[in-house]
């Protein structure tokens, strides 16, 4: 006779984990959509401010993400 305990809460677990990866991915997703938008706004600020402080800071930003 099965236990339908254990039954249930190995299902609810289960569908427990895959909502969870669910969540997950398109909480990574979110974020590289926001890391690219990023990157692109300091290009732009690179680019603005060519030869300004903030353009440098842009630059040097940048080139420690490239290393990433």
Not at 22 to 31: C, P, T, W
Not at 38 to 58: C, F, K, N, S, Y
């Amino acid at each position: 006779m099965p236990n339908w305990g254990v039954f249930v809460a190995r299902l609810l677990s289960a569908i427990g984990s895959w909502l969870d990866a669910s969540n997950l991915r398109n909480r990574v997703y979110k974020l590289e959509e926001e890391n690219e938008i990023m990157r692109v706004a300091l290009e732009d600020i690179q680019r603005m401010d060519a030869e300004g402080r903030i353009g440098w800071i842009a630059q040097e930003t940048l080139h420690n993400l490239k290393k990433y």
